[in-house]
Nanobody, 122 residues
Framework: QVQLVESGGGLVQAGGSLRLSCAAS????????MAWFRQAPGKEREIVTA??????YYTDSVKGRFTISRDNAKNTVYLQMNSLKPEDTAVYYC?????????????????WGQGTQVTVSS
C-alpha cells in the first residue's frame, strides 16, 4: 500500500512558476512508476507527465515548460512548472503504479493523492 500526499499548489500569475511535491509512504518507492495528472472543471482527468526509473513522458501542451523528477532517497516526486498559462489551471494529482513502462491512462494507476489546486491568473 502506498499513500501519496501532494503539496505546493497555489495561485500564480501567467508566466510564473510553481513546484509541486508528492511524498510517498512505503519502502519500495523506487519500484513505482509515478505520474502527475490534472483535472480542470468540467473536463476529464488527463496525464501531464510520468516517470519510470529510466524514462519520462510529457503531454504535448507542457513540453518545454514542465519537468518531472524523483528523489528515491526522499520518496518524493516533483513537478516543476514554468511559464504557466491560464489553461494550466486545474487540480493536480500525483499517482503511482508498480511497473517499468510509461502509462498515460488514469486507470493504469493504483494509488492517488488527494490533489492540489493550481490556479493561473491572466
Amino acid at each position: 500500500q502506498v499513500q501519496l500526499v501532494e503539496s505546493g499548489g497555489g495561485l500564480v500569475q501567467a508566466g510564473g512558476s510553481l513546484r509541486l511535491s508528492c511524498a510517498a509512504s512505503g519502502r519500495t518507492f523506487s519500484s513505482y512508476d509515478m505520474a502527475w495528472f490534472r483535472q480542470a472543471p468540467g473536463k476529464e482527468r488527463e496525464i501531464v507527465t510520468a516517470i519510470t526509473w529510466s524514462d519520462t513522458y510529457y503531454t504535448d501542451s507542457v513540453k518545454g515548460r514542465f519537468t518531472i523528477s524523483r528523489d528515491n532517497a526522499k520518496n518524493t516526486v516533483y513537478l516543476q512548472m514554468n511559464s504557466l498559462k491560464p489553461e494550466d489551471t486545474a487540480v493536480y494529482y500525483c499517482a503511482a503504479r508498480r511497473g517499468s513502462l510509461i502509462r498515460v491512462n488514469a486507470y493504469d494507476y493504483d494509488y492517488w493523492g488527494q490533489g492540489t489546486q493550481v490556479t493561473v491568473s491572466s
